[in-house]
């Protein structure tokens, strides 16, 4: 078989009936910003399982604390403890589900995880 031929037939495999194939393998990328709105995207939706990665390019330490990990009785999901200029905090996936998260650092910074089972709805930053 021709090189082009194996290509298009592995491109035609991964597209399968139900539209584009996801590389779940690949985070899901959030940035730490100075100004608001904070976490950009503020709320993005992610598929179940997926690595999500928030990236510090500020010259400020920031985290990314669960809101869970605040009150009593409620399942601490993820807490970075403080995330140095230019360093990054990431969680191997998250159950389906909604997640609000804040910075303790600076408690205006706040963002919401979507996690879906559906491969058909991530957002894009």
Request: charged share 10%.
């Amino acid at each position: 078989m021709s090189r082009i031929l194996i290509i298009l037939i592995a491109v035609w495999i991964g597209i399968g009936s139900s539209g584009l194939a996801l590389d779940t393998s690949l985070p899901t990328r959030i940035m730490m910003e100075d100004g608001s709105p904070y976490y950009v995207p503020i709320a993005p939706t992610v598929v179940s399982n997926t690595p999500i990665r928030w990236d510090n390019p500020t010259p400020t330490h920031h985290t990314v604390t669960h809101s869970g990990c605040v009150g009593e009785g409620s399942s601490c999901l993820f807490d970075s403890g403080a995330v140095s200029p230019g360093s990054s905090f990431s969680v191997p996936g998250l159950p389906a589900g909604q997640y609000t998260y804040h910075c303790r650092i600076h408690p205006i910074m706040r963002g919401q995880l979507i996690i879906t089972d559906s491969p058909s709805t991530p957002s894009q930053l």
